[in-house]
């Protein structure tokens, strides 16, 4: 019954505390895990699809991106500092926020409500999705800031398993997903679309976004486990010459 | 003639602490009856469908017109007034329970001082007492007033926090009707002069941050309060706020 009181409330009494009027710094916190969802988080996932579909091009083409990347001045301190230790914070939060609410679409089954679900449910994904998916293409593994000519095969063999495949599916769907409803929670939240009509508009345009994106990230797998590719080397020679007639030959001729 | 009658199932708890238990009773059907018509009929005759006796349910009533927010409870399951939920456009049998995000006083009653504590801890009102007489008060120009007045028309039923999946005892979330009054009264020519404390409280913890958007509330306020909006508004104004003090520090 009693819960532990804090003292300025005003009267011991059971259930649902009063405000904690200006105490305490969950709104700090809070406040941060909503910002580090659009900014680096969701800017570095419209990095990685945009890196990703460089797949369509070819193994060089890819590699040579991988490469790139790997090439930006502190590419292993901005490495952390922008994409491990945000997300780590943005899921670690994310799940706490979770197991503090207590959903009820059974009795209150509104679309507001399934997408407060949702949500949670994709973050979860998202969070175990990438902590794997870290783990085995960064950390385990041919590595590939040294052998970036290497990125091509090395996601191409983990696609070729059928679960693996089904898993990048759902994640991509589940991710996407996410980063568009959080745009939309983002406006929300901060103030930027407080009328419904506003509201109701830029839900389309994140819905648009998301799908845009998850077919994106789709077609880019396409690439992996398509016949064009077939059997790539382990690792792929990356001459600037090689890249170039890559880079010619227009994506659509894939499909 | 067999009458057409109206079937109740209500939970009933004799004390906070008591073991809950579910009475069935079975009325008459008369034309317009609602929820509590129904519980004023249970009290004259306590009987209950297999015919024993039990004593007259506990329940908060008053305006019997939706007004003064005091009869909230859980209707089939989801949280509404009990003097406007018409017993014809009700699912039978009818299940009734008290608010679950309350502390039960006895039967469908429960205790909702604490969004009375969250509208002092916000200061929901606007100062006007003194020693001397303070002259009338500034003009609110009716653009203002529409803006206002459907934000005035809350009853303090808690429909809204019993419905919000984040108002809860981890949380201790402050809810969207108080939110709502900080927007009314941050509005207010006089009322405004609370502003920056008002939007210091709500970044407390538990504070306007712990909204996950669920929109609930919006969706079940009897009253149709803005409410969505206002939490929008609000946390802009409670970020600017925090931001300025922090620079200002
Ligand atoms: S929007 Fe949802 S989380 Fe926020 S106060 Fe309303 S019901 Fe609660
Ligand atoms: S905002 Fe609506 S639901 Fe909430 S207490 Fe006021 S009238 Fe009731
Ligand atoms: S009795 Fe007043 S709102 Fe129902």
Redesign the pocket.
Known sequence: MATAQHPSAPTLRPGVQPLRAGQGTSFLWRKLHSLLGIIPIGAFLLEHLLSNFEALKGPAAYGAQVRFLNSLPMVRILEWVFIFLPILYHGLYGVYIWVRGNSNIVYYPWAGNWMYTAQRYTGLIAILYIGQHVLRQRFMGISLPENPGAAFAKVQHELANPWMLAVYVIAMIAICWHFAYGIWLFAAKWGIIPGVKARKRFGFVCAALGLALAIMGLVSMWAFISPRYKNTPDIVPLTTTQLHIQNAQPAYTLL | MASKTVQLEIKRQASPDAPAVWEKFELEWRPGMNVTSSLMEIAANPVTADGHATTPITYDSNCLEEIC?SCAMRINGKARMACSALVDNLEQPIRIEPLSKFPLVRDLQVDRAV?FENLKAVKAWVPVDGTYDLGSGPRVFPQQQEVNYPLS?????????EVCPQFNEETGFVG??TI?QVKLFNNHPTGKVFKEERLRALAGDGGIQECGFAQN?VE????K?P?TNAISDVSRDVLIQKAKDFLRS
């Open positions: 927010g969004l028309n809350c009853i303090s039923c808690t429909c809204c926090m969207a009707a709502a509330c079940v306020c009897p009253k309060l409410l």
